[in-house]
């Protein structure tokens, strides 16, 4: 098992994962696109793998967030987030599956790539997010080392990005 050495330098998640590590079990991440088959039926079942059988579902929701290009999913996501797009699905819609995961016992993130984050705009993204109950985003195309020059995670919460 993994040892965290300083507690302080985790965010929502980590603390979810070491938590869990800490009691002698991974954490259990699902991930689910918004809005396929529509955004009421992931909604549902976002609801399904939280609660699981016997009331022990994932420990963390990763929404994701359909994208026009999506090249670096699997062909399984690129197909339910194409479907969702063609139905009008809209990264606002997010937040209404982060509200329904945070209703649970679980911890909402969202995944999601940069430029949706920058067409929403950061900061309206962030607030939004917190308000809905989102423990942060993972934005995979954008590792810290290639982040813009003096770019800053977007107020009130901090950003997970890959490295």
């Known amino acids: 098992?993994?040892?965290?050495?300083?507690?302080?330098?985790?965010?929502?998640?980590?603390?979810?994962?070491?938590?869990r590590l800490g009691s002698g079990r991974p954490a259990l991440v699902g991930y689910l696109p918004v809005g396929y088959p529509s955004v009421a039926g992931s909604i549902e079942a976002v609801r399904a793998i939280t609660e699981g059988s016997e009331g022990r579902g994932v420990d963390l929701v990763e929404i994701g967030i359909p994208y026009?290009?999506?090249?670096?999913?699997?062909?399984?996501?690129?197909?339910?987030?194409?479907?969702?797009?063609e139905r009008g699905v809209r990264t606002r819609d997010a937040?209404?599956?982060?509200?329904?995961?945070?209703a649970t016992s679980a911890?909402?993130?969202?995944?999601?790539?940069?430029?949706?984050?920058?067409?929403?705009?950061?900061?309206?993204?962030?607030?939004?997010?917190?308000?809905a109950g989102g423990a942060g985003v993972i934005t995979p195309d954008l590792p810290r080392t290639t982040a813009p020059s003096g770019s800053r995670p977007p107020t009130p919460m901090a950003s997970t990005a890959s490295s």
């Open 68 to 85: 026009s290009d999506p090249l670096m999913d699997g062909l399984v996501i690129q197909h339910a987030t194409t479907r969702a797009r």
């Open 1 to 19: 098992m993994s040892t965290f050495t300083d507690p302080a330098r985790l965010g929502i998640s980590g603390r979810v994962v070491a938590d």
């Open 95 to 102: 937040f209404t599956a982060v509200e329904a995961v945070a």
């Open 107 to 131: 911890t909402p993130m969202v995944m999601t790539y940069w430029n949706l984050i920058e067409a929403y705009g950061p900061d309206a993204f962030a607030r939004d997010l917190a308000a």
